[in-house]
């Protein structure tokens, strides 16, 4: 029996199979949990439809985490399906193309930080809300994905960067709110992964190539291995901790001189 066996998760942020919210379903249905998915747009309908199906899934909701009535709808539909809800995995950033490159003072905008701490961000603690009827009194967890920008400067992430500082601290706060009633918000910092979001920084190569070149492990992490850490903090193996980010990037965090 897996760690997972009978939880219900819903996973916001699957856009191939090489997201990180891919990651974290394969390794949650391989924990025995029962999944359902999101989709943004008419583009990944049928791309997150066949993913789900994969894994014994027909559960697939329309949501823009962007728009409210989206993420309202896309939870009564929820609702009518499952009477509960134990997991939400948010995986979920964006920042205009402009706005990841080149020096952040000279790359910022008012436009371009809005758009990313509300996609980024703010999102988390929307799908919390939409959620909370559903998660209530049933020792669940939220969990959402960090990168190491959000603590030290990275070249081109820029305004991502304090996006995901933001998110860590939402990660605290919604953690504060919503303990008294069971749930548990956690977020895993992954280190770099060649995924379509990460496509839009600037010298994303770079980057994953002095990863594997410098931290510890001399290797960058998977999708797999961030989606084993995700399994474990939904888990009620991971019933204690809450609050916390968790890093699974081979130990680059730890480097003081890189």
């Known amino acids: ?3 997972m066996q009978g939880k219900r998760v819903l996973i916001v942020g699957v856009a191939s199979n090489r997201s990180i919210a891919w990651g974290c379903a394969q390794a949650m249905r391989d924990q025995g949990a029962e999944l359902a998915f999101t989709f943004q747009g008419e583009k990944l ?4 439809h066949d993913l789900a199906a994969k894994l014994d899934s027909d559960i697939v909701l329309p949501m823009d985490v962007g728009n409210d009535e989206q993420i309202d709808q896309a939870f009564a539909d929820l609702s009518e399906r499952w009477d509960g809800l134990d997991c939400i995995v948010h995986s979920v950033g964006f920042a205009p193309r402009d706005q990841l490159e080149g020096s952040y003072a000279d790359a910022v ?9 509300d996609i980024s961000s703010y999102s988390l603690a929307a799908l919390a809300k939409a959620g909370r009827g559903l998660m209530k009194d049933r020792n669940g967890s939220i969990i959402t994905m960090s990168y190491l ?6 070249p081109n992430y820029n305004v991502m960067g304090v996006a995901k500082a933001s998110l860590e601290a939402n990660v605290r706060y919604l953690a504060d709110s919503l303990g008294p009633e069971g749930t548990r918000v956690n977020a895993v910092s992954a280190g770099p992964i060649r995924t379509l979001a990460a496509a839009g920084i600037s ?7 002095k990863a594997a070149e410098q931290n510890p492990l ?13 399994a474990f903090l939904c888990s009620d193996m991971a019933s204690g901790i809450t609050g916390d980010i968790l890093y699974v990037d081979s130990g680059y965090h730890i480097l003081g001189m890189a």
């Open 109 to 117: 905008s008012r436009e371009g930080f809005a758009i990313a701490h």
């Open 218 to 230: 001399r290797r960058n992490v998977t999708i797999t291995e961030v989606g084993n850490a995700a």
């Open 1 to 3: 029996m897996g760690i």
């Open 45 to 48: 309908q049928k791309r997150v």
């Open 203 to 209: 010298d994303f190569r770079s980057m994953l190539n």
């Open 149 to 154: 920008g959000a603590v030290r400067t990275v």
